[in-house]
């Protein structure tokens, strides 16, 4: 049997795509290996997002032609939105490559590529139009939390994003096909289930008739019933609506979180990065989120030291922080993407004020979290137990609430994948703290 490995770079939808390579190469016999050394291929799954995420890829694969070397029927493979991006380029730069393959259908070309004499490129200059076949079985690496992606590509050309030309246009899958893949996992037992998509909220908009993404969790909460926890990102603000609000608010299988990207306090910089809605106006759409949904989670993405960001611009950044207390918040330095419109805008931040302005983000929210957290001091919360969240050394169960929050707790064993009633009693920025409730 070969034995196959699939390294993964970037986010949640690179991990849904290396769940689908697993699955498509298990047709051939490939079975998963975790050692390097007795690998007959090694996909890397890149991403592109940012340039320290490619240059990540560019260092492993130096330490992989070493090993190519030592095993000359090692098989090497670039898959993603780096190999979708980057192509040509990565041929030329590491000669070594076996493939090199995009996205979405284009990942289907794998089993080909490899039976191919000749290299080994795909389509991947063609950005992906379609989806990986809904009939090859995603290999799944927990028995009680699965993704399912619902949706593919973006519309959005936010000016500093490479999505749009890496995964392509947006398209939403017939919600019977999803409906159906949920319902498979209710039946094996699964407990969580996370929708993925660039801009998931926007799904089935272009769907002929079109669907909303409310109608679309309304018909899953009836397919998986209370007791499977369903979540979804990443969520685009300019989607969120008073019908997605009520929907989270009275399914009883929706969890109470989102994901929403603000990107920047700034109206200013938030109109130069193409996000289409203002500061106030995503004030607005929390404020609608927070009405209908008591003890909703609110996480966020910030770019900081976009070009043209001043001190002011950056302040406004923090003071929306401030403002809605965001329970965690993914930061990054601006990185200029080559072919993206703000690669090219003339008032680029210096470095070292990017690096600045991310350590004050950091910290403020680090702040904002501890507080944040400290407000589920004294409350009971339902746990679904994860052991990869677990402190072995300390004796510490782990898991996550409704809100996502995870909860490290005493009291005594309980099995993975199943819910736990935990009271909480301390909180630090990046976890709960608490004891076991034992049950009845
Ligand atoms: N530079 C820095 N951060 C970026 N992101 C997307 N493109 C860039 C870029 N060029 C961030 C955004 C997005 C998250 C997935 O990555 O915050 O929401
Ligand atoms: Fe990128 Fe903007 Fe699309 Fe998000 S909405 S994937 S940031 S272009």
Redesign the pocket.
């Known amino acids: 049997m070969p034995k196959l490995k699939v390294v993964t770079f970037g986010?949640q939808a690179n991990e849904l795509d290396s769940a689908r390579i697993v699955g498509l190469l298990a047709r051939d016999g490939y079975t998963l290996t975790d050692d390097e050394s007795e690998a007959d291929l090694i996909i890397l799954n890149g991403c592109s997002?940012?340039d320290k995420a490619e240059q990540k890829l560019y260092s492993r694969l130096g330490t992989l032609r070493a090993l190519k070397a030592r095993r000359p029927n090692l098989r090497l493979g670039v898959a993603g939105c780096l190999g979708q991006r980057e192509g040509e380029t990565l041929r030329r730069r590491f000669p070594y490559l076996d493939l090199v393959v995009g996205n979405g259908e284009h990942l289907v070309e794998i089993p080909r590529l490899l039976s191919a004499a000749a290299v080994r490129l795909s389509s991947a200059a063609i950005p992906p139009t379609g989806f990986f076949p809904a009939d090859v079985e995603v290999h799944r690496d927990s028995r009680y939390r699965a993704w399912v992606g619902v949706m593919e590509g973006c519309d959005n050309f936010?000016t500093?994003?490479?999505?749009p030309h890496t995964r392509g246009r947006e398209r939403s899958r017939p919600p019977d096909e999803i409906l159906g893949e949920v319902a498979a996992l209710r039946d094996r037992g699964y407990r969580e289930i996370t929708l993925l998509g660039q801009t998931v909220n926007s799904y089935g908009l272009k769907l002929e008739p079109p669907v909303s993404f409310a109608a679309l969790l309304r018909r899953i909460d009836r397919v998986v019933g209370p007791y499977v926890r369903v979540r979804f990102a990443?969520s685009h603000p300019k989607d969120v609506t008073a019908e997605l609000a009520e929907a989270m608010a009275s399914l009883p299988s929706v969890c109470p979180h989102m994901h929403l990207?603000i990107?920047s306090g700034s109206s200013r910089t938030l109109a130069r990065m193409g996000r289409t809605y203002s500061r106030e106006e995503y004030l607005d759409k929390v404020q609608l989120l927070r009405a209908a949904v008591p003890d909703l989670s609110l996480t966020t993405?910030?770019?900081v030291g976009f070009p043209g960001e001043s001190d002011k611009g950056f302040e406004e950044t923090l003071s929306l922080m401030r403002e809605v207390g965001f329970d965690a918040a993914?930061a990054?330095?601006?990185?200029?993407?080559r072919g993206?419109p703000?690669a090219d805008f003339p008032d680029q931040v210096p470095d070292s004020v990017r690096a600045e302005r991310l350590a004050a983000v950091l910290s403020l929210q680090d702040e904002l979290s501890l507080r944040k957290n400290g407000k589920w001091i004294g409350r009971r919360v339902e746990v679904l137990v994860d052991c990869e969240l677990s402190k072995r050394g300390s004796g510490l169960a782990g898991g996550r609430t409704r809100q996502n929050k995870i909860v490290h707790f005493t009291g005594g064993e309980v099995e993975e994948g199943t819910l736990a009633n935990v009271q909480i009693t301390g909180g630090t920025s990046h976890h709960l703290k608490g004891v076991l409730i034992p049950s009845l």
């Open positions: 986010c997002i940012r936010c500093f994003c490479v999505v990443t990207p990107q993405d910030i770019i993914f990054f330095k601006f990185s200029p993407r993206t703000a």
